[in-house]
């Protein structure tokens, strides 16, 4: 790859994907603006993982002082009708991230990167560099890991099935308040926990507190599909329609993480907090026949009158 500012843009062969047909484009667009110091891809595409369904992660160094101006860059007027609307993220702790949408919905990541600081871990094509030291800087970029689960601990996992139990205990105060919406949220915080369990179940290993993503999932189930098969379906999807239908889901998902739970303590080797899911269910039990058997509350067509 040239570093001559003024030499017309060769980019190197490209991933035949229909997502990056506009990327020469947009680069050469890019490349006019002389605080554009260098250029590549990265992501999925660069690390030969990608589908046609794939975001396009580009990454654009830019000098110091620029930074701030890219924040409010109009990039409509950069790249007309590839860009369709998007957000900005000033999160990364290096420049600013342009998450934006164009035609046929590819999402496109533009993360635009301060020449000062870090360069992140990455795959990496370079597609234009104006300066020999940023290309070696970027030349020596590691490769980011995005899924890496470690052998499953037996104190991390322990406390991760008493933190589900401490947590759905927290289900009747707020079944009892009627806040079904507040329940189903915790639903979802509950589902994350057996969908870990359920990994650790198949593979020994844990995939660890990561926010939840499509790279992540992605991973994720096949191993899980593989070891519940389609009941891991019908348990997270589970109707939830009605204060009913919620108590029936959160019966679902402790009834699950109960029975794997087990299997993980025995082969993973600690003891499973018994003690404190007999505590949980034994107060729900009384708490929720209460409600059953309360005059005036009957369950009409999912309707509670």
């Not at 990056?20 to 890019?30: F, I, N, S, Y």
């Not at 891991?232 to 998902?253: C, K, T």
């Amino acid at each position: 790859m040239s570093t001559q500012a003024d030499a017309v843009l060769a980019l190197p062969e490209l991933p035949a994907f229909p997502q990056l047909t506009q990327l020469p484009e947009m680069v050469a667009r890019l490349w006019e603006f002389p605080e554009v110091k260098g250029i590549w891809l990265g992501g999925s595409f660069a690390a030969g993982t990608a589908d046609q369904f794939s975001d396009v992660d580009l990454r654009c160094v830019v000098d110091h002082g620029a930074v701030e101006d890219w924040k409010a860059r109009d990039l409509r007027s950069i790249f007309g009708e590839v860009y369709i609307d998007g957000q900005i993220h000033d999160f990364t702790g290096n420049g600013v991230l342009h998450h934006f949408v164009g035609p046929q919905s590819t999402v496109y990541d533009l993360w635009i990167l301060d020449y000062e600081k870090d360069l992140p871990g990455d795959n990496v094509i370079l597609l234009a560099c104006r300066d020999e030291a940023l290309a070696a800087r970027i030349d020596a970029i590691k490769p980011i890991v995005v899924f890496d689960p470690q052998p499953a601990s037996p104190p991390v996992v322990r406390r991760l099935i008493v933190d589900f139990w401490i947590t759905t205990s927290k289900d009747i105060k707020v079944v009892h308040r009627g806040f079904e919406a507040v329940l189903l949220a915790g639903l979802e915080v509950q589902r994350s926990y057996l969908l870990r369990l359920w990994y650790i179940l198949a593979t020994g290993k844990d995939p660890g507190t990561s926010r939840v993503t499509i790279h992540l999932m992605s991973r994720m189930i096949p191993p899980i599909r593989e070891l519940v098969g389609p009941a891991a379906i019908e348990i997270l999807g589970a109707p939830a329609r009605n204060m009913w239908e919620i108590i029936d889901s959160i019966e679902r998902n402790r009834d699950e993480v109960s029975r794997i739970g087990r299997l993980i303590a025995h082969e993973v080797g600690f003891d499973y907090p018994s003690k404190l899911e007999a505590t949980v269910r034994e107060q729900w039990e009384k708490s929720t026949n209460r409600m059953y058997e309360a005059p005036g509350i009957v369950d009409v067509g999912g309707f509670v009158i």
